[in-house]
C-alpha cells in the first residue's frame, strides 16, 4: 500500500529532495578537499550543470514524445512539472553556494555586477511558485503559459 501525496506536497518533496542533494553532495565534496575558493568554484560548477541536464530534460521532453512516442517520453512529458520543481531545487542549492562563496571570499562584487543572473532568479522562482494548483489557477493559462515559456527560453 502506498502512500500517496498531492501535487503541490509532490512538488515540495521534489524541491526539498532535490535542494537537500545539492548541498548534501556540495557539503560532502568541501568536507572532503577543504573549502579554496577553486573547491567551492568547483561545488558551483556541479550544480550549473546538473541543473542544465534537468533545463535540457525538460527542453527535450515535447519533442521526444512527437517524435518516439514511447511510454517514457510519455511519462517524461507529464512530470515536466516535477522536473521543473527539481531544476528549482537544484539552482537554489547553486544560488546558496553563491553566496557561500560570497562571504568566504568577501567578494560583493560577484553579486552586485549580476544583473541578469538576478532576472533569471526571479524568472525561476516565479515559475516555482506558478508550479502549484492555486497559483496556477490565479495567473490564469495565458499568463501562466507566457512565464513559463519565457522562463524556459
Known amino acids: 500500500m502506498g502512500c500517496s501525496l498531492s501535487s ?7 524541491f526539498f529532495t532535490t ?3 545539492g548541498l548534501g553532495a556540495s557539503w560532502a565534496f568541501l568536507t572532503a578537499v577543504g573549502t579554496t575558493d577553486e573547491s567551492v568554484r568547483e561545488t558551483l560548477r556541479l550544480t550549473a550543470r ?11 521532453a515535447r519533442p521526444a514524445q512527437q517524435i518516439f512516442r514511447t511510454p517514457f ?11 521543473g520543481v527539481a531544476f528549482t531545487g537544484m539552482h537554489t542549492a547553486h ?6 562563496r560570497i562571504q568566504v571570499s568577501e567578494s560583493f562584487a560577484l553579486a ?24 496556477t489557477r490565479m495567473l490564469g493559462p495565458q499568463n501562466w503559459k507566457r512565464l513559463h515559456t519565457l522562463g524556459l527560453f
Open 19 to 21: 535542494l537537500g542533494a
Open 112 to 135: 552586485a555586477n549580476n544583473i541578469p543572473g538576478a532576472f533569471v532568479y526571479v524568472l525561476i522562482f516565479a515559475m516555482f511558485a506558478t508550479s502549484f494548483d492555486a497559483t
Open 50 to 60: 546538473v541543473s542544465f541536464v534537468i533545463l535540457l530534460t525538460i527542453f527535450v
Open 73 to 83: 517520453t510519455a511519462k517524461l512529458l507529464r512530470r515536466r512539472r516535477l522536473l
Open 95 to 100: 544560488l546558496l553556494l553563491i553566496f557561500y
Open 8 to 14: 503541490n506536497q509532490k512538488n515540495w518533496f521534489v
